[in-house]
């Protein structure tokens, strides 16, 4: 199976940026899209951005124009850079990735990373 490694995650204040990354350890099926989801306690899980590989991103309307998501194909590893954050920004940050492998789809899910965002 896949192990999706997170860092980036911590404490800052309002106003300030943090940049997450996401790698996969291996592989061996055809990655379709990574991205990243947030959710914060009492709260539904919800998708921050994606992108594919062709380059193709998405974002929530709450993190456009503050938030960029971009990925090295070749590493198999995606990252978010999140500026201007603010205190509604914290949650755990959770890396997904999605892709097929011998016709069956797949949906990794990273354990995620803490965002604390102070005001």
């Known amino acids: 199976q896949v192990q999706l490694e997170e860092s980036g995650g911590g404490l800052v204040q309002a106003g300030g940026s943090l940049r997450l990354s996401c790698a996969a350890s291996?592989?061996?099926?055809?990655?379709?899209?990574m991205g990243w989801y947030r959710q914060a306690p009492g709260k539904q899980r919800e998708l921050v951005a994606t992108?594919?590989?062709?380059?193709?991103?998405d974002y929530a309307d709450s993190v456009k124009g503050r938030f960029t998501i971009s990925r090295d194909n070749a590493k198999n590893t995606v990252y978010l850079q999140m500026n201007s954050l603010k205190p509604e920004d914290t949650a755990v940050y959770i890396c997904?990735?999605?892709?097929?492998?011998?016709?069956?789809?797949?949906?990794?899910w990273g354990q995620g990373t803490q965002v604390t965002v102070s005001s």
């Open positions: 291996r592989s061996i099926f055809s990655i379709s899209a």
């Open positions: 992108i594919t590989v062709g380059d193709s991103t």
């Open positions: 997904n990735v999605k892709g097929s492998y011998i016709y069956r789809d797949i949906n990794y």
